[in-house]
């Protein structure tokens, strides 16, 4: 079963426009998400987090929510970049006594120029 | 410092070989995982390390394969007799001992089982 999901496997922008991906997850544990961006051939490379007792973080262009009742977390991206155009995961963990993430399979974003 | 370093890049072995990784974290970091990622899919715990004790291990660690970090520094992960499932991109990864922090990975081996 999988526990964090990322229902859309791609996603086309215009440059200049917002960005929105989208997490859903399923074990009401988790209190700590992530999202990764990865280009091909690479590894992931943080991009921002959220812990459960915060619903908004912010960080540049990038602001990620969390509604905690809806087990439901974004990721808006504005104004996007050509360079945004990788896969980004979502991941969470379950905090102190867990160390592992659990990470969806990506959405591929593509900004268009 | 330049990050999670690991070595080889790329690895073509035949079916029934045996394969070692390494991984070099970030050095202050105490925590090295080991990821995998197959196509189409998000990277999976294999297992993780604090210091030189291996503290979880996912199922999906089977008995062929098996990962060390003698002196709490670098990891190496071995996979024995290779099968042609084995095939992805192996990511190592290491963070800081506290808690609700991010993991920083490496740019990962692939894996190729012929």
């Known amino acids: 079963d999988q526990q964090v999901k990322q229902n859309s496997p791609s996603l086309s922008v215009q440059e200049g426009r917002i960005s929105i991906l989208n997490c859903d997850y399923t074990?009401?544990?988790?209190?700590?998400f992530l999202w990764y961006k990865k280009y091909p051939a690479e590894g992931p490379t943080f991009l921002i987090s959220?812990?459960?007792?915060?619903d908004k973080n912010e960080d540049g262009r990038f602001t990620v929510f969390l509604n905690k009742s809806a087990k439901h977390l974004s990721l808006h991206i504005v104004p996007s970049q050509p360079g945004d155009s990788a896969v980004y995961f979502c991941?969470?963990?379950?905090?102190?006594?867990?160390?592992?993430?659990?990470f969806g399979k990506g959405t591929k974003l593509s900004v268009i120029p | 410092d330049t990050g999670v370093s690991q070595d080889p890049r790329h690895k073509i072995t035949k079916r029934g070989q045996n394969v070692t990784f390494r991984c070099d974290p970030i050095?202050?970091?105490?925590?090295l995982y080991w990821y995998r990622q197959t196509l189409g899919q998000g990277p999976e715990f294999l297992t993780y390390?604090?210091?030189?004790?291996?503290?979880?291990k996912s199922r999906l660690l089977s008995d062929r394969f098996s990962a060390e970090r003698p002196k709490g520094s670098f990891s190496t992960l071995e996979i024995q007799r290779t099968e042609q499932g084995d095939s992805a991109m192996y990511l190592c990864?290491?963070?800081?001992?506290?808690?609700?922090?991010?993991?920083?990975f490496g740019q990962g081996t692939r894996l190729t089982v012929v």
């Open positions: 990864a290491s963070s800081e001992d506290r808690a609700n922090t991010e993991a920083f």
């Open positions: 390390f604090q210091n030189e004790a291996q503290l979880e």
């Open positions: 050095s202050e970091h105490n925590r």
């Open positions: 074990n009401s544990m988790f209190d700590y």
């Open positions: 959220i812990s459960s007792i915060k």
């Open positions: 991941a969470a963990s379950q905090g102190a006594g867990s160390y592992q993430l659990t």
